[in-house]
């Protein structure tokens, strides 16, 4: 009897010391990004998965679809968010506008100086007050989880010559997003906007159709554009690439508290990862771009100054035209002045 009970509390310690994954996955979250596996949100992803699975004991499942598995544009995906066939989306600001127009706010140019006040701002109120809006707006369907970044800093970038002012900018045709602010900002400098999809820039770039393009180094350099006759970036960098980490609602809302945090805390550890790793791959992508023959031009201070200066026209327009958009707009404005003043205070405190 004594030797059953023994095998009876070695099999209980066993099966107590096994990971939940052995015995039951409570949940399971379909999560999909419409890119590739060398793209930010694809690490993200995998960081994502690897922290929700492992911190929830195996309760939370993290499926990934990379691609077009199971919706193709923003707004076909944002619909599978809101009615549960997807769990977890990424746009960008332009996928999202359609439904959302207000997530436009972090195509305004030249607000957000670097990469260190741009985290600081998306990690902090300034995203709740965005989700509010969302939750507002989808009828509590759709959560914003938290805002990355997908590809850097946007650049100005062309075919035909070297921009170091505004005025260089005339008579350029840049490709655009159909998005509206793009169009407005394109406009302000002087330039004509053109919307091109995506798939095809890189013979609208050959044939002319477009001059130039407002992008981030790793998609240039990832698309081949320099191939097409793309040799000139500056970078002005007027837009910080916003990754917009969107979930079901009812999904969320569905768990517990603790497995929520596990998430919550995911959606932190994957939005760490998408900061850093533009990071690194811009530098290479920037070496190849130069050693391609490529022209990498540094605005100076007062230069980028002039840029911004003749940006300004489309701050009033947002804010007039873009349903939420005084709101949104004053959150990203209290949110840089809190982040350069906490950032500044932290840089003055280290130098000493």
């Known amino acids: 009897m004594l030797k059953g009970l023994t095998k009876s509390l070695v099999a209980a310690t066993l099966l107590a010391a096994m990971p939940l994954t052995a015995i039951a996955q409570e949940y399971t979250l379909r999560a999909t990004a419409n890119s590739n596996e060398n793209d930010e949100d694809y690490d993200g992803l995998v960081v994502f998965k690897n922290y929700v699975e492992a911190a929830s004991n195996g309760a939370i499942e993290v499926e990934l679809f990379i691609g077009t598995q199971l919706c193709s544009k923003g707004a076909e995906c944002l619909q599978g968010v809101a009615d549960g066939s997807i769990d977890i989306y990424i746009s960008t600001s332009g996928g999202a506008s359609s439904i959302f127009p207000y997530v436009q706010v972090l195509d305004l140019p030249y607000l957000m100086a670097d990469d260190r006040i741009a985290?600081?701002?998306?990690?902090?109120?300034?995203?709740?007050?965005?989700?509010?809006?969302?939750?507002?707006?989808?009828?509590?369907?759709?959560?914003?989880?938290?805002?990355?970044?997908?590809?850097?800093?946007?650049?100005?970038?062309?075919?035909?010559?070297?921009?170091?002012?505004?005025?260089?900018?005339?008579?350029?045709?840049?490709?655009t997003v159909v998005a509206d602010l793009p169009q407005e900002l394109v406009r302000a400098l002087g330039a004509s906007p053109t919307p091109i999809p995506w798939p095809e820039l890189f013979t609208s770039f050959q044939t002319g159709v477009v001059d130039g393009s407002k992008n981030g180094i790793t998609d240039i350099m990832g698309m081949k554009f320099p191939d097409a006759g793309l040799q000139y970036v500056t970078l002005d960098g007027h837009a910080y690439m916003g990754a917009l980490w969107w979930m079901s609602n009812e999904k969320f809302m569905s768990m517990p508290e603790d497995m929520r945090r596990v998430v919550v805390d995911g959606f932190y550890a994957l939005q760490q990862a998408t900061f850093a790793s533009p990071k690194r791959k811009s530098i290479q992508a920037y070496e190849d771009f130069v050693a391609g023959g490529g022209d990498l031009y540094v605005l100076t201070p007062e230069e980028k100054a002039a840029f911004a200066e003749a940006a300004t026209p489309v701050y009033d327009w947002f804010q007039a035209n873009v349903d939420g958009g005084e709101r949104i707009y004053n959150a990203l404005v209290e949110a840089v002045a809190e982040a350069e003043a906490e950032v500044g205070a932290a840089r003055d405190a280290d130098l000493n």
Do not use: C, Y
């Not at 007050?129 to 507002?136: C, D, F, K, V």
């Not at 759709?142 to 170091?164: C, D, E, S, Y």
């Open 119 to 175: 985290e600081h701002v998306l990690s902090g109120d300034f995203t709740r007050t965005m989700r509010e809006m969302a939750l507002e707006d989808s009828g509590d369907a759709i959560r914003l989880m938290t805002i990355g970044n997908t590809g850097g800093w946007r650049n100005f970038a062309n075919t035909q010559r070297r921009v170091a002012t505004p005025a260089d900018m005339g008579g350029l045709k840049i490709r």
